[in-house]
T-cell receptor, first 114, second 112 residues
């Protein structure tokens, strides 16, 4: 079974621009979560989606948004990029209606903001 | 109260030795405690996980020890190998959380 895939793997953007990252979960998984990883803050939860509904949101500004499609694929968007948004953005998928804690991560998208 | 505290920040172990990483939590609503292994340029990979109804879980060379009263859990890597050199994260979750709360990570180096 293929793992979680994320595209693109690397991205360089300029301050003020916006960016969209994509995540395809493991086949059959219906929950998708997004995390931001930085050396200073570690792994921080962004949001979680199940059946196209956001079930939980982390403590990030409104510039960070996401959505999930009917095929469980998910996208996250960051608008008005800031230098501090440079990070590895990780997507994780899990199975089931109840939040199944067995999260399987993708390789991440490395975003650099200049 | 949602924090998970992890120590040490870094660890150097000789090949064949035992690597021990510790985590502590405050929120008693946590009831799922996984460990993740992350290699450079890769996403975290689920290694092993435990729930509070058991005090120990072993999978191969990896063992989680769990102390519910102390609200602590630890990862033991027996017979550590150079290929185990990676960053290890503990995490916690619980009913209604809909997310994982991660520790700050431990960078393990196993010297040959």
């Amino acid at each position: 079974k293929a793992g979680v895939t994320q595209t693109p793997r690397y991205l360089i953007k300029t301050r003020g621009q916006q960016v969209t990252l994509s995540c395809s979960p493991i086949s059959g998984h219906r929950s998708v979560s997004w995390y931001q990883q930085t050396p200073g803050q570690g792994l921080q939860f962004l949001f979680e989606y199940f059946s196209e509904t956001q079930r939980n949101k982390g403590n990030f500004p409104g510039r960070f948004s996401g959505r999930q499609f009917s095929n469980s694929r998910s996208e996250m968007n960051v608008s008005t990029l800031e230098l501090g948004d440079s990070a590895l953005y990780l997507c994780a998928s899990s199975l089931g209606e109840t939040f199944m804690r067995e999260q399987y991560f993708g390789p991440g998208t490395r975003l650099t903001v200049t | 109260q949602q924090q998970v505290k992890q120590s040490p920040q870094s660890l150097i172990v000789q090949k064949g030795g035992i690597s021990i990483i510790n985590c502590a939590y405050e929120n008693t609503a946590f009831d799922y405690f996984p460990w993740y292994q992350q290699f450079p340029g890769k996403g975290p990979a689920l290694l092993i996980a435990i729930r509070p109804d058991v005090s120990e879980k072993k999978e191969g060379r990896f063992t989680i020890s769990f102390n519910k009263s102390a609200k602590q859990f630890s990862l033991h890597i027996m017979d550590s190998q150079p290929g185990d050199s990676a960053t290890y994260f503990c995490a916690a979750s619980g009913t209604g959380f809909q997310k994982l709360v991660f520790g700050t990570g431990t960078r393990l180096l196993v010297s040959p």
